[in-house]
């Protein structure tokens, strides 16, 4: 068995136009990636890409790049077309990291890797972290999760979640987790994730994990066990992350 990453990288965001080229400390945002990403314990990473010029980026630093189709709805579905390119078994582990996160830390991939590689029963995993400030609890902009007592999860969602009715407005209520939208798969569900197509849920909020949940299939919620910094989605994110680059 085999860990491999993968790493979706759409050239066409809305608020960050050409997102995967934005340069930091002299190196574009995905290759920053790819970096962090090297340093797991993951076999190999290959970079996902729908533009040429984001895969020729890619080369030149010495990564690998597959070049997929433009009209995926979800960085999973880009996943999947090079699993199936590559012939990956289906009890591999693939590791989806999202493009936008110059910052993740190699240990919670490893995390999130080592427990599934101790659970075989698990198919499907991800990493929350605990939330804190009430300003991040409201904002629909980071996505929460709440899970069982065994670690499954319940459901996510842009509100927030467990909703603290007799002190809304006040302080985050206890349990209170930020979804960290690292995810981990068999092939075999991943192929199995793409078959289902987008749920309903999945296009009311926006949220490729429920149609996992939806369709009734289990997602195990790894607490990661440092803080994994936010990703860049507006030019505010970039210009953050470009100056801790350059501290």
Request: net charge negative; charged share 25%; with cysteine.
């Amino acid at each position: 068995m085999n860990i491999h990453i993968v790493i979706p990288a759409r050239f066409a965001s809305t608020r960050l136009p050409g997102k995967p080229l934005a340069d930091i400390a002299g190196k574009p945002m995905i290759v920053r990636v790819a970096a962090q990403a090297a340093r797991s314990m993951a076999s190999d990473v290959v970079v996902a890409v729908d533009d040429q010029r984001v895969a020729e980026a890619v080369i030149a630093e010495g990564w690998q790049a597959e070049t997929t189709r433009r009209d995926h709805v979800s960085g999973s579905d880009r996943v999947m077309e090079v699993a199936s390119r590559r012939g990956w078994p289906d009890d591999d582990i693939v590791i989806n990291v999202q493009g936008d996160e110059p910052l993740v830390p190699p240990q919670v991939i490893d995390q999130l890797c080592e427990g599934m590689l101790a659970r075989p029963d698990v198919t499907m995993a991800t990493l929350s972290e605990p939330i804190s400030d009430i300003d991040d609890f409201l904002n629909p902009n980071v996505v929460k999760v709440v899970a069982d007592d065994a670690g499954m999860a319940m459901t996510f969602s842009r509100s927030p979640i467990p909703y603290p009715r007799d002190t809304a407005g006040g302080d985050v209520p206890t349990g209170a987790a930020r979804h960290v939208g690292i995810y981990g798969f068999r092939v075999s569900a991943l192929r199995r994730f793409i078959a289902l197509g987008e749920s309903s849920l999945e296009g009311i909020e926006k949220l490729e994990q429920l149609r996992w949940l939806q369709a009734s299939l289990p997602l195990l919620v790894i607490q990661a066990n440092e803080r994994v910094p936010g990703g860049v989605d507006t030019p505010e994110d970039l210009a953050r992350v470009q100056a801790l680059f350059s501290a």
